[in-house]
């Protein structure tokens, strides 16, 4: 009995000395990346699946336990399961119909490789529960979505000689149909269970990783294998970019008219606006993918925006995908981000505060056609070809040098302010936008970044002449002359970043 005790006593004191050699062991492990973030930070969280989860999940580092695996003559199969030649993104074992055996499988496994790491004098992983299921994590994730725009699609469609095949193929009969590829989201969209289909992250990691694995075992170039690969953002702004990116050809339109898909609707003076002439081409050039415009399907946009809203749409007519100003898919939306690039946001972050909508404004988009002609592609391509695109504003002479602001001097000097200066460098700043250069043709344009309220002529009224000195009590949304001279000016500075809003930066203190 007395040696029992003895025995017992010893297995004890070793128990404790394994423990705490484990836990210096970890704490050696994951002091190095407290309070760092990483790309490849993935929460274990699966067994959510079967309800609530007891334990907090774990945060797990792929590319360390990559690393790790990789040095003991291991690879992703050591933890992944394959199916059909390919990488799949289940843990070996996984049983999603059974929680226990999901369970056991993860800490055999997990708990099983530590274990075996630590026998053979190896750095390793917790082996207790708490070391790995943590409430708050000591490393935050610094990934970065990662998709093809333009420039990484061609490298891919060159890397294959053209053979779009090798990715594309239908989502239901899995067969290669010429003309008619479609993005990934347009099968892999989340509605895998009712489809059949894996999610987008799912098919990704599938079938990218196997390919890039696949060409880097036959020594041909590929892409990454691991998470920093993609997911970080130094690594992104290290990919090699192609400048100008070839057109890619899928029978698209060079120009069309923008019409509803609807027979009777889309023929002359059944629609209540003008069609619009809109060049497919030049839009192409603007983006980096075609997933601005084309979210999930490559076909026409009114395929599935109708005139009323489809079950495809989710309910979203053609006008309103067209016209919604907080979507940067629509094409009003779009227009509104780039006014708020810099060297527009100095006149456009003011303007769309107070911005009227009005009957001009509309026809700039949907301009009449000459009377009884066909609308067709000829007409689209005349009309594009019709536009001026030169901004414009008036000559120098016309413009004066320089305005002395004095209403207000009383602890400063009148402010010089350059006015043909300061109209001259917005005219420099977008003189190669082709936006800018069709929505400002009108000489006038430019002033009313400034003379917002006034109409577009040569001569617009003076400040003074809406805001008083004293702001107007009965008119609290209109500031007084003051308040209307700064809010104008510094604001534009800030929203053109120009570091200028020091009061001596344009006043003279009065001596």
């Given at each position: 009995?007395?040696k029992?005790?003895?025995l ?8 404790v ?11 050696s492990?994951?002091s190095?990346?407290?309070?760092k ?7 274990i ?8 989860l ?11 336990h ?5 040095k003991?003559?291991g690879?992703?199969k050591?933890?992944?399961?394959t ?23 993860f800490?055999i ?8 790491s ?14 790995c299921h ?7 994730s ?7 725009d ?11 000689d ?5 990715c ?19 099968c ?5 269970a ?11 990691h ?39 990116v070839?057109r890619?050809?899928r029978?698209q339109p ?33 983006n980096?993918t ?20 489809s ?19 629509s ?7 780039l006014q ?10 003011l303007?769309s ?12 988009c ?37 305005i ?21 460098k917005i ?12 929505f ?43 308040g209307a001279y700064h ?25």
């Amino acid at each position: 009995m007395e040696k029992f005790k003895t025995l017992l006593k010893w297995y004890n004191l070793t128990a404790v000395i394994v423990i705490l050699f484990v836990a210096v062991v970890f704490a050696s492990v994951e002091s190095a990346d407290v309070g760092k973030v990483r790309p490849d930070v993935i929460n274990i969280d699966s067994i959510k699946t079967f309800g609530d989860l007891e334990r907090p999940s774990v945060p797990f580092l792929h590319d360390k336990h990559t690393d790790a695996v990789e040095k003991s003559g291991g690879d992703c199969k050591t933890c992944h399961t394959t199916k059909d030649g390919k990488l799949s993104q289940k843990f070996m074992g996984w049983d999603n119909k059974n929680q226990k055996a999901a369970m056991d499988n993860f800490h055999i496994n997990c708990i099983g490789c530590h274990e075996d790491s630590m026998g053979k004098g190896q750095t390793s992983g917790p082996v207790a529960c708490a070391d790995c299921h943590q409430k708050s994590s000591a490393i935050s994730s610094s990934r970065q979505e990662m998709g093809l725009d333009n420039s990484l699609h061609y490298r891919h469609t060159e890397a294959y000689d053209n053979k779009c095949e090798v990715c594309h193929t239908d989502c239901e009969s899995h067969v290669f149909k010429k003309g008619e590829e479609t993005t990934c989201r347009h099968c892999h969209n989340g509605e895998q269970a009712e489809k059949k289909v894996t999610t987008l992250e799912q098919a990704a990691h599938e079938s990218c990783i196997t390919c890039h694995m696949t060409r880097e075992a036959e020594k041909e170039d590929s892409g990454p294998v691991k998470c920093a690969g993609c997911h970080d953002l130094e690594a992104q702004k290290s990919v090699k970019k192609i400048s100008p990116v070839p057109r890619m050809e899928r029978q698209q339109p060079d120009v069309l008219m923008v019409k509803t898909g609807n027979e009777d609707l889309d023929k002359p003076g059944k629609n209540r606006m003008n069609f619009v002439a809109f060049n497919h081409k030049a839009h192409e050039n603007y983006n980096d993918t075609c997933r601005v415009c084309h979210h999930e399907s490559m076909s026409a946009c009114n395929s599935c925006h109708t005139p009323e809203g489809s079950e495809d749409s989710k309910g979203v007519s053609l006008e309103q995908a067209m016209h919604k100003m907080d979507r940067d898919q629509s094409c009003i939306g779009c227009h509104e981000a780039l006014q708020h690039e810099t060297q527009c946001a100095g006149c456009h972050g003011l303007l769309s505060k107070n911005r009227k909508k009005d009957d001009a404004s509309c026809l700039m988009c949907h301009v009449k056609p000459p009377g009884g002609a066909q609308m067709d592609e000829s007409l689209a391509r005349m009309m594009i070809e019709q536009r001026p695109m030169q901004s414009q504003t008036f000559d120098a002479q016309d413009i004066p040098e320089k305005i002395v602001i004095k209403d207000l001097s009383d602890k400063y000097e009148p402010v010089d302010f350059p006015h043909r200066q300061i109209v001259n460098k917005i005219a420099q700043n977008i003189q190669d936008n082709k936006l800018a250069a069709y929505f400002h043709a009108d000489k006038a344009t430019l002033c009313q970044g400034c003379h917002h309220n006034s109409p577009a002529t040569k001569k617009p009224t003076s400040c003074n002449n809406c805001h008083g000195k004293p702001f107007n009590e009965k008119d609290m949304n209109k500031p007084g002359l003051m308040g209307a001279y700064h809010i104008q000016c510094m604001e534009c500075h800030t929203n053109m970043k120009i570091d200028n809003n020091g009061c001596t930066d344009c006043h003279e203190e009065k001596k």
